[in-house]
């Protein structure tokens, strides 16, 4: 890269090194960060991420009035002054008037020692609400009070002990995790090299093992095993030896603390040894448990990048900027902007193969969306003017110009990726049962092992040294702590794929323990497009008056059925004047009330009808079997009665037969007719099916049946059902658009389809098989391997070997949950 000038205030030898730390720019280092116009290179993607933030948030002038280098990892402040920027009034910390939250990347995360090590630190900075990290995502969800804390504080807190962390972006982190994987490629190349050659000057050692070998032979043998095993100490290792320090310094030793001194232990015994020209050595023994060790961290790192790639692609939809015809309709000049800077009004020209910037509404020309990777439907939908299209969705077939209807940061896709953000964060039972196992574990191992020492020493005083190092290298908490969230990143990833995605840590466990299954009817079981058949007037009302009143009624409504009448007036009364109702007001599971030219009209179910238009209405004599009737009232006169009907989803019958046939009860709960919600069950062989239910009947059902020992899974629209999805153990809501950051469900069903429950029920049958078998593995491997090393049985590099193999099955068997 070529030299840039240097920027006034800042450091004469700003170009030596990295512009932001001043440190040494590495071989290959490619990581250019672009500050007031110029490329500026930095010597990690550490050092880039909080560059880029430093100009995202507009203060690159830190770098153009600075009098010195940010602090490095070696320097004396906890956190660079420049992350001090990050101040409570950033919006993208806003919660509410009192709190804030974000999302952080924390590096050096290795295992659930780690985890409780962040939180117990973050939970006791004053101001802090909460803090919770994912070990398979190295995520931190951090919510704070804004009169008590700022973001500066956390990341000094977090400095405090050990961890380096920066804003959370997806494409930043994806840099930082391909960085680290070749940096280890690196650390794994040297290993796998410094062990084969001190395996060529080894065994020559073992097979003379007769007294055939020339004693000087044998010294320079280990002199030159000595210096080939330098390389993978003093380079290889550095991640363990980094991770124990951290660790040891914080007072809470994590997994890298028995490693590290494995690894001393046998280098300084050999060396030792090789020094005074008699006794064991274990240069074969420690290289190559390095590279085993780096191989299973490897692995790990890959399964870590996969963890993270669902919302990598979801940042990656995310357009940087649009093209805006500031002069429309008087002008087509399209001028390109940030994405962040659009407003709802403004207009927009999307190409073919571009993505949607924000939610926008087409005001010109026809063309086909793709909306995989927001509903994982891959077919394309024709979308023309005046229909809805969300950001972050691609414009498949021609330009169009859309009229923006919500900013970027409030779209859709913008809404989905806080979701994904969010979830994984929180940790299910079985799940914090590990941890808990974990964080004790290496206390535990430490003083075995120590007890060990102490009893060859005793015994056999020559055993006593490779006892020792074979029990701390033997043992693997990494597989115990990595056994759950493994499983669980591998499966929500695979999901979230599918267009199902879990909001809740619980969802997989709790699904998989269900005893009941509720199911809502309208847009759950049904399309939830109902139509309306036939209007039959009850009073003296023009039929085409009849459905512009309802119109005007449910205009303000998302329910289904609203909808359904509002088309059918667009369709059938388009001659009749429209009108504005007033103070219109919904009733949960009954209706609307309104006034339409001073007049007060009520719109919903017979009884609530009633109430207004009086007793002695008219059915009319159309046979209703099958369909929904709406009845229209005003003061003391019935109007008229819609009659609607929704078709079945094509893949209901399939999802009921299968949690039928998985051993669950089923029941259907529905706002609609007894006589109409039986039908939709018999057909669907549902033999529980009660209708007419209001929201708090439904919610009292579902904590009868809970209150009676059973688990719950509600499956509702998310609209009408907010309060029995939450109450619900687990619950699922069909996903849509603009209520998607609105919906209280565990779940979203972003495809729209309701087999995506049964498919989720069969991940979570296979997420908490591969759980239970990583648990039952890492548990059996420990309680058999640590006294088999204890006892003298296994020596140091099979120990090596077991510890590595031990955490590459746990990592290996969760993988297979993304191809199911």
């Not at 951290?246 to 494995?262: K, N």
Request: with cysteine.
């Amino acid at each position: 890269m070529s030299a840039q000038p240097a920027m006034a205030g800042a450091p004469a030898d700003l170009d030596a090194g990295c512009f932001h730390c001043g440190l040494p720019l590495p071989a290959g280092a490619d990581w250019p960060v672009d500050i007031d116009g110029a490329a500026r290179a930095m010597c990690c993607p550490g050092c880039a991420a909080v560059a880029r933030s430093i100009v995202e948030i507009g203060q690159a002038a830190y770098y153009r009035d600075r009098s010195a280098f940010a602090a490095s990892a070696a320097g004396s402040e906890l956190v660079p002054p420049e992350l001090q920027l990050y101040d409570n009034a950033d919006v993208r910390f806003a919660l509410d008037e009192a709190s804030c939250e974000t999302t952080l990347a924390v590096e050096g995360i290795r295992c659930a020692a780690c985890v409780w090590l962040v939180e117990r630190r973050l939970t006791r900075l004053p101001g802090v609400q909460a803090a919770k990290l994912n070990v398979a995502t190295e995520r931190l969800y951090v919510r704070w009070s804004k009169d008590a804390c700022r973001p500066g504080d956390i990341l000094a807190a977090l400095r405090q002990v050990g961890y380096a962390a920066y804003p959370y972006d997806a494409v930043r982190h994806g840099e930082q995790l391909r960085g680290a994987t070749k940096t280890l490629g690196r650390q794994l190349f040297v290993a796998g090299l410094s062990m084969m050659q001190v395996m060529m000057y080894a065994v020559p050692v073992y097979l003379a093992d007769d007294g055939t070998m020339d004693d000087n032979i044998a010294g320079l043998m280990r002199w030159a095993s000595l210096l080939l095993t330098l390389p993978a100490i003093c380079y290889s290792a550095q991640p363990f030896f980094k991770g124990a320090w951290a660790s040891l310094r914080a007072r809470a030793p994590g997994m890298d603390v028995p490693v590290a001194l494995g690894i001393i232990a046998a280098f300084a015994g050999s060396a030792v040894a090789t020094w005074r020209g008699h006794g064991e050595v274990y240069f074969d023994s420690a290289t190559m448990f390095i590279f085993l060790l780096l191989c299973s961290r490897y692995l790990e790192l890959l399964a870590r990048r996969k963890a993270a790639s669902a919302l990598e692609r979801l940042q990656h939809a995310l357009p940087a900027c649009a093209a805006r015809l500031d002069g429309y309709p008087g002008s087509r000049a399209a001028t390109v902007v940030a994405a962040a800077a659009l407003a709802a009004g403004d207009v927009i020209l999307v190409k073919p193969g571009e993505a949607i910037a924000a939610d926008a509404i087409i005001i010109e020309g026809n063309t086909a969306i793709d909306m995989a990777l927001l509903t994982g439907e891959s077919a394309a939908q024709r979308k023309g003017p005046g229909e809805a299209v969300p950001g972050g969705a691609i414009n498949a077939s021609a330009a169009v110009l859309l009229r923006v209807s919500r900013p970027a940061r409030e779209s859709t896709l913008s809404d989905l990726i806080k979701l994904v953000e969010r979830a994984g964060l929180g940790k299910p039972r079985i799940a914090q049962w590990a941890d808990r196992v974990a964080s004790w574990f290496v206390v535990a191992l430490l003083l075995f092992a120590l007890a060990s020492f102490g009893f060859w020493y005793w015994y056999e005083p020559a055993r006593a040294w490779p006892v020792a190092i074979a029990v701390l290298v033997v043992s693997c908490p990494c597989a115990l702590s990595l056994a759950t969230p493994s499983a669980l990143a591998a499966a929500t990833d695979r999901l979230l794929r599918r267009g199902v995605l879990i909001v809740r840590p619980h969802v997989l466990e709790t699904l998989h323990r269900a005893t009941h299954v509720v199911f809502d009817k309208t847009g759950t079981l049904t399309l939830g497009k109902p139509v309306v058949r036939g209007v039959e007037p009850l009073g003296a009302m023009a039929r085409e008056l009849c459905l512009r009143v309802g119109a005007a009624l449910e205009a303000g409504s998302a329910h289904p059925l609203a909808r359904a009448i509002v088309e059918a007036a667009d369709a059938e009364a388009a001659g009749v004047p429209q009108s504005h109702a007033e103070a219109v007001e919904e009733i949960p599971g009954q209706g609307l009330q309104g006034t339409l030219d001073g007049r007060r009209y009520r719109l919903g179910n017979a009884a609530f009808v009633a109430g207004l238009a009086g007793p002695g209405r008219a059915d009319g004599a159309t046979d209703t079997a099958g369909m929904t009737p709406v009845y229209l009232g005003a003061e003391g006169e019935w109007l008229a009665r819609f009659l609607l009907s929704d078709a079945l989803r094509a893949d209901a019958a399939a999802v009921v037969d299968y949690f039928r046939a998985a051993g669950k009860s089923v029941l259907l709960l529905s706002g609609d007719q007894q006589a109409l919600t039986q039908a939709v069950a018999a057909g669907l062989g549902i033999d529980v099916a009660r209708g007419e239910c209001l929201p708090d009947e439904k919610l009292r059902v579902v904590q009868q049946l809970q209150a009676g020992g059973a688990v719950v899974a509600m499956v509702g629209d998310g609209i009408n059902d907010a309060a029995v999805l939450s109450a619900a153990d687990v619950s699922f809501a069909m996903g849509s658009g603009a209520a998607l950051a609105q919906a209280h469900a565990d779940t979203v069903l972003l495809s729209g389809r309701l087999s995506s429950v049964a498919e989720t029920a069969r991940a979570a049958a296979a997420t908490m098989a591969v759980i239970r078998q990583n648990l039952a593995w890492a548990t059996l491997y420990n309680l058999l391997a640590i006294p088999a090393a204890a006892l003298g049985y296994l020596n140091p590099w099979l120990s090596g070997l077991g510890m590595a193999l031990s955490s590459a099955v746990v990592i290996a068997n969760a993988l297979r949950l993304r191809r199911n």
